[in-house]
Structures are given as structure tokens and as C-alpha cells.
């Protein structure tokens, strides 16, 4: 069940099952689009958010329903803070609403492309809630587990 909440963005208030998990490398085709994988079409949904990740040279995708909630979590802090409107403003004019085409491709405007040094092929990893984006030059081999960098990770995430 879900209701609505801000610029006609569903917010859920259940859970949505599934999680993303893996590692997809795709070309992009001659009009610059690139698939989503079908596994997580189905957690997705027929839209995604695309958004500059603040910390890493990539791109973050949303579905719907991860997005109402953090939209609901901004417009409720936005309420009692008026920098923070200015917040709603940026992200808008950073960020994508897309729909996947019938063959669940999307197509990323030019400048986020730029953004993330996306210009032949990408590199989707899923990241449990969300999808990213990246550059696979940026990342090691598809193939290779690093242990060491993913147990620094925890540890410095407190786990």
C-alpha cells in the first residue's frame, strides 16, 4: 500500500521486497542507452531516479518507491528549514525521472553521463537498496573478490 507524497512520488508504507545484488556490465548503444538487468526490473518498477552520488565519480538509480522515502525524509526536515528548500532545487536540476523502455533500457541525459565518465561502457552494481553506476574502469575486474577492502568497509562502518 503506498501513498502520495511529494511531486506525485509514491511513498510506501510497506516494504517492497528484493534486494540488488551482482554486478552487470553493459555498451552502451549508439543513442547511449543501456539495459537493466530483468531481476531488478521487477524490483524497480517501470521508473527509476537517476542522481549524482556526492562521494563517488558514479551514478545512483532509485526506484520509486526508495525515492518517496527519502523525499518524505527531506520534505519533513524541509518543513522547519528553509536552507534546506534550496536542497529540493539542486537535486532537481541534477537529477532524472526516466522510464524504461519495453525493452528496459534508459537513456541518462549527456551531462550526468559526463558527470560519471560514462561514454562507452557502464558498470551497474547492486547496492542492496539501489543501483550504481559506474565507469568499469574505475572498478576491478568483474570477476575478483576483494575480502580485504570489503572487511575495512565494515569495520569502518562499525560492523
Not at 503506498?2 to 511513498?11: I, M, N, W, Y
Not at 563517488?56 to 526536515?77: I, P
Not at 553521463?113 to 576491478?140: C, D, H
Amino acid at each position: 500500500m503506498s501513498k502520495k507524497g511529494l511531486e506525485g512520488v509514491a511513498v510506501s508504507t510497506g516494504v517492497k521486497s528484493g534486494v540488488f545484488l551482482g554486478r552487470h556490465d553493459y555498451a552502451l548503444d549508439p543513442k547511449k542507452r543501456f539495459t537493466i538487468p530483468s531481476e531488478w526490473r521487477a524490483i524497480l518498477g517501470d521508473v527509476v531516479y537517476v542522481m549524482p552520488d556526492r562521494k563517488e565519480k558514479c551514478l545512483n538509480l532509485y526506484s520509486q518507491e526508495e525515492m518517496g522515502v527519502f523525499l518524505e525524509q527531506l520534505r519533513q526536515k524541509a518543513l522547519l528549514d528553509p536552507a534546506l528548500n534550496k536542497v529540493f532545487a539542486r537535486l532537481g536540476a541534477v537529477s532524472q525521472q526516466l522510464s524504461l523502455d519495453v525493452q528496459g533500457r534508459i537513456r541518462i541525459c549527456d551531462k550526468l553521463l559526463q558527470f560519471a565518465n560514462l561514454t562507452t561502457t557502464v558498470a551497474i552494481v547492486g547496492s542492496v537498496r539501489m543501483l550504481k553506476v559506474y565507469n568499469p574502469e574505475l572498478l576491478g575486474p568483474e570477476d575478483e573478490v576483494d575480502i580485504e577492502t570489503l572487511d575495512a568497509e565494515l569495520a569502518a562502518a562499525g560492523m
